[in-house]
């Protein structure tokens, strides 16, 4: 009878473990997302400032697909499409700098800014929430 009692007690303390492995093993994907969005967030700072192509392609593989694994499909499509807009964004940008469209830079630069920010703290929250970040 103990050696019973000391093997369930044993096998609950197993299972604990692997839980909480499992929640630590999820933790750092999610919080390397999380840094990512944040990180994008702050690339809207200056007056003129925008992300380039090679910071939105960043943003699509460090941020964008990996957050398909590791979020709830809502958030990671919410996340997608931040990806797609900032593109299309940043095409017309770079169109109106090249000479390659009438339209002036600042109608996408101000519409990029004022969309991503806007997104971007709407969602911050609730990645953070999702993640479970602080409670590691």
């Known amino acids: 009878m103990v050696a019973s009692v000391a093997s369930a007690f044993y096998a609950k303390r197993a299972v604990d473990q692997a839980a909480w492995s499992n929640r630590v093993n999820l933790h750092e994907p999610r919080k390397h997302i999380y840094e990512g969005l944040v990180l994008y967030r702050h ?3 200056d007056y003129d400032l925008h992300p380039t192509d090679e ?11 990996p957050a398909r694994l ?3 499909a809502e ?10 807009s900032s593109f299309a964004l ?13 339209e002036s830079k600042w109608e ?11 997104r ?11 993640a479970e970040l602080g409670n590691t």
């Open 43 to 45: 690339l809207f700072g």
């Open 55 to 65: 910071e939105i392609q960043d943003f699509y593989v460090k941020v964008a697909m």
């Open 70 to 72: 590791y979020f709830p």
């Open 75 to 84: 958030i990671a499509d919410e996340i997608y499409d931040i990806y797609k």
């Open 90 to 102: 940043y095409k017309r940008i770079d169109d109106a700098e090249s000479g390659r469209s009438q």
């Open 108 to 118: 996408p630069i101000n519409q990029f800014k004022a969309q991503s920010i806007s």
């Open 120 to 130: 971007l703290e709407k969602l911050i929250p609730r990645v953070i929430a999702v």
